[in-house]
């Protein structure tokens, strides 16, 4: 492991509190990958100057959190790190890049498909009519995170399998000369089947968060009805509350 760690014994924030956010924040920025061994408890202690008790109760608190585990006879181990999103009309691919999640696209499908009902009213287009369908895996360090599938007009975007798994989609929109204005989204959950659990590499039956949202252009035309999943063990969404008066 080389992360190195600061402590300040003058600080009136605990030390177990203080290497575990850093411990915390080397998982998220993916300074500490997957897998990675911290050692035991003993060599930690040793390392940093600090007492075993408080490098145990800094272990313990991401063991909670679900980003490190302990095995027998191997030790801790860095299991992964939780991607939190905030509720804004970006892009799944920018944020996780912007994050240090080193974000990559494996492309399932693109197709022209018939639009059913509900696809139809997001995009405000008949039904039956052909429309553009993306299928999408977005992995953060080699981990699936979320299946993306997004419908669109035909004729809006003509990108090929390896632009979309190079780079986001909605700076493909934009490069394509689409200005996203606003969208409506719901959030929701659900429970994976046998083929989304395969896809997120996630037990048949585990939560999953559920994402559909329709995206509007600056002239208020539907230009992208997505319907997503996210792995809940790995992925939250963070909304800024207003106080209103």
Avoid at 15 to 37: D, F, H, K, N, V
Avoid at 102 to 116: I, K, S
Avoid at 221 to 227: C, L
């Amino acid at each position: 492991m080389d992360v190195k760690f600061s402590i300040d014994r003058s600080s009136p924030v605990p030390l177990y509190y203080q290497l575990s956010q850093q411990l915390e924040a080397a998982i998220a920025q993916g300074r500490l990958l997957p897998g990675t061994l911290l050692g035991n408890e003993m060599e930690l202690a040793g390392s940093l100057g600090l007492s075993r008790p408080t490098v145990r109760q800094a272990l313990q608190g991401l063991v909670d959190k679900g980003l490190l585990v302990r095995r027998r006879g191997v030790g801790t181990q860095v299991v992964h790190s939780q991607v939190k999103r905030p509720l804004e009309l970006t892009s799944l691919y920018d944020d996780l890049e912007a994050a240090g999640q080193r974000p990559t696209t494996r492309v399932l499908g693109l197709a022209r498909v018939r639009a059913t009902a509900g696809v139809a009213a997001a995009l405000a287009v008949a039904e039956g009519s052909e429309v553009q369908r993306l299928d999408r895996l977005r992995l953060t360090h080699g981990e699936p995170l979320a299946h993306l599938r997004n419908y669109l007009p035909p004729g809006l975007l003509d990108a090929t399998e390896e632009e979309l798994e190079t780079t986001g989609f909605y700076r493909l929109l934009r490069a394509g000369g689409t200005a996203l204005h606003s969208a409506h989204q719901s959030i929701g959950a659900t429970s994976a089947s046998a083929e989304e659990a395969g896809l997120l590499a996630e037990p048949v039956g585990a939560p999953l968060l559920s994402m559909q949202r329709t995206a509007f252009d600056e002239r208020g035309r539907a230009v992208e009805f997505g319907t997503h999943l996210y792995r809940a063990s790995r992925y939250t969404f963070e909304l800024h509350l207003l106080v209103r008066s």
